[in-house]
C-alpha cells in the first residue's frame, strides 16, 4: 500500500537557459523596452519639430513687423521733410514782394543806412533757409522757370532770349516759387535766310 505517487518526486525541467518556465527570458524584457523607447523618440523629435516650426513662424513675424516699422518711420520722416518744406515755401513766398522792394531800392541807390543793415539781414536769413534767386540778362528762354511779360525781336540774337529781368525769379533747392519775369527777344524773321544767303554769296565771291 505504498504506493508513491508518481510525479511527486519529479523535479520540473529545467531549460538550458537556466531560466525556470514561469521566469521571463531577458531577450523577451529588452525586445519588449525597445519599442517602447522607439516610440518616445518618435514623439520627441515630433515635437521638437513642431517647436522649430513655431519658432520659424515668430522670427518671421518679427522681420516683418521690423520691416514695417522701419517704412513707418522712413514715411514720417519724409512726410516731417515735406511739411517742413511746405512750411518754409509759404512764409519765403510772403517775403518775395518785399525783397522785390529791396531789389528796386537797390538799383535807386535809395538802399543806404539802417535800412541797408535791415535788407541785408532780411536776405541773409532767407538764404539760409535756401531761397535762391535766379534769372539774368542774356540768358536763353526757358518756359519752365522763366515768364515771358514782353516779346520783341532783334537782329543780334539766334535764339529766343531773355533781355530783361523784369523780376528775379527764386526757388527752394529744386523746387521753383516764383518764376523769373522776362522780356524776351527773337531772331527776325528770315534773319536765318538772309545769312545763308550771305554766306552763299561769300563762297561764289571766292570762287
Same mark, same amino acid.
Given at each position: 500500500? *505504498? +504506493?508513491?505517487?508518481?510525479?511527486?518526486? +519529479?523535479?520540473?525541467e529545467?531549460?538550458?537557459? $537556466?531560466?525556470?518556465?514561469?521566469?521571463?527570458?531577458?531577450?523577451?524584457? %529588452?525586445?519588449?523596452?525597445?519599442?517602447?523607447?522607439?516610440a518616445?523618440?518618435?514623439?520627441?523629435?515630433? &515635437?521638437?519639430?513642431?517647436?522649430?516650426?513655431?519658432?520659424? +513662424?515668430?522670427?518671421?513675424?518679427?522681420?516683418?513687423?521690423?520691416?514695417? /516699422? &522701419?517704412?513707418?518711420?522712413?514715411?514720417?520722416?519724409?512726410?516731417?521733410v515735406?511739411?517742413k518744406?511746405?512750411?518754409?515755401?509759404?512764409?519765403l513766398?510772403?517775403l518775395?514782394?518785399?525783397?522785390?522792394?529791396?531789389?528796386?531800392?537797390?538799383?535807386?541807390?535809395?538802399?543806404? $543806412?539802417?535800412?541797408?543793415?535791415?535788407? %541785408?539781414?532780411?536776405?541773409?536769413?532767407?538764404?539760409k533757409?535756401?531761397?535762391?534767386?535766379f $534769372?539774368?540778362?542774356g540768358?536763353?528762354?526757358d518756359?519752365?522757370?522763366?515768364?515771358?511779360?514782353?516779346?520783341? /525781336?532783334?537782329?543780334?540774337?539766334t535764339?529766343?532770349?531773355?533781355?530783361?529781368?523784369? &523780376? =528775379? $525769379?527764386?526757388?527752394? !533747392?529744386?523746387?521753383?516759387?516764383?518764376?523769373?519775369?522776362?522780356?524776351?527777344? %527773337? =531772331?527776325?524773321?528770315?534773319?536765318a535766310?538772309?545769312?545763308? !544767303?550771305?554766306e +552763299?554769296? *561769300?563762297?561764289?565771291?571766292?570762287?
Amino acid at each position: 500500500m *505504498s +504506493e508513491e505517487t508518481p510525479g511527486f518526486d +519529479e523535479k520540473p525541467e529545467v531549460p538550458a537557459d $537556466g531560466t525556470t518556465p514561469d521566469e521571463p527570458k531577458a531577450a523577451d524584457s %529588452e525586445e519588449k523596452a525597445a519599442p517602447a523607447g522607439d516610440a518616445q523618440d518618435i514623439a520627441l523629435t515630433a &515635437q521638437l519639430d513642431q517647436t522649430r516650426t513655431a519658432l520659424g +513662424e515668430r522670427t518671421a513675424d518679427l522681420q516683418r513687423l521690423q520691416a514695417e /516699422y &522701419q517704412n513707418y518711420r522712413r514715411r514720417v520722416e519724409r512726410d516731417r521733410v515735406t511739411v517742413k518744406e511746405i512750411a518754409v515755401a509759404s512764409l519765403l513766398t510772403e517775403l518775395l514782394p518785399t525783397l522785390d522792394d529791396i531789389g528796386r531800392a537797390r538799383e535807386h541807390g535809395e538802399l543806404v $543806412g539802417g535800412f541797408k543793415s535791415v535788407a %541785408e539781414s532780411l536776405e541773409t536769413v532767407a538764404a539760409k533757409m535756401g531761397l535762391q534767386q535766379f $534769372g539774368k540778362e542774356g540768358e536763353p528762354f526757358d518756359p519752365t522757370i522763366h515768364e515771358a511779360l514782353m516779346h520783341s /525781336y532783334a537782329p543780334d540774337v539766334t535764339e529766343t532770349t531773355c533781355v530783361a529781368i523784369l &523780376q =528775379p $525769379g527764386y526757388r527752394i !533747392g529744386e523746387r521753383t516759387i516764383r518764376p523769373a519775369r522776362v522780356a524776351v527777344a %527773337e =531772331p527776325q524773321p528770315g534773319a536765318a535766310g538772309k545769312a545763308e !544767303g550771305s554766306e +552763299e554769296s *561769300s563762297d561764289k565771291d571766292g570762287e
